[in-house]
């Protein structure tokens, strides 16, 4: 399990007393925590005042199995996963600005070290997996920059701007027909303020593969 620096836990000791306090208020209430599911609890509160938010949620859902009566242990969990959260989003920011300054001096390598970093931090922004697509294609990696994209979209909700990126891998690879059904699929999902960018790239595309008509069929709708 991951442990957190409390450097990056800008929650701080401050809210692990909080939750003390509050918990102290509603023991009051509630039959006295007794034997393992005591101690077992007493780790998660310790766990959480020392920023081990992943053991201290896994310890609070142990006390829970023990004791479901005890509505503080709920709390706490709460609290640990929400903390948690917090702190890998922290760190995912930090990976993905670290990236974008590495990628800055020209140090690609670092670079896509710290886009991978910020994805596997916060999965589930598609920023962070764009971010990782363009750094593997600046750092000449694109047999893994087309399978980063092909990762990011969805069968269900594709994300133009991923097969945006992955025609533009394909095309400079030389598969020019799974480009050009990239550059399709984007354009015909995308909305009214990335569509033009989306037909320019695809034209470009077509010409450097000695298709002026497609080229001109992707043109024709800027015209006027």
Known sequence: ?????????????????????????????????????????????????????????????????????????????????????????QLAFNASAASYQALERRDFAQAVEQARKAVDYLPALPAFHIALINALVADGKLEQAEQAASDTIKPETPSSEALLLRGAIRQQRGAVEPAQADFDQALSGAGPATRRGIRLVAADAALANGDPQRALRLLEPLQG
């Open 1 to 89: 399990m991951r442990k957190y620096p409390v450097s990056l836990n800008f929650l701080g000791s401050s809210l692990a007393a909080v939750t003390l306090l509050a918990a102290a208020g509603a023991a009051a209430a509630e039959r006295p925590l007794n034997g393992q599911a005591y101690r077992i609890a007493d780790e998660a509160y310790k766990a959480f005042a020392q920023g081990e938010y992943d053991i201290a949620a896994a310890k609070a859902r142990e006390a829970i199995r023990l004791r479901p009566d005890v509505a503080r242990l709920r709390e706490l969990l709460e609290k640990a996963e929400l903390a948690r959260r917090t702190v890998q989003a």
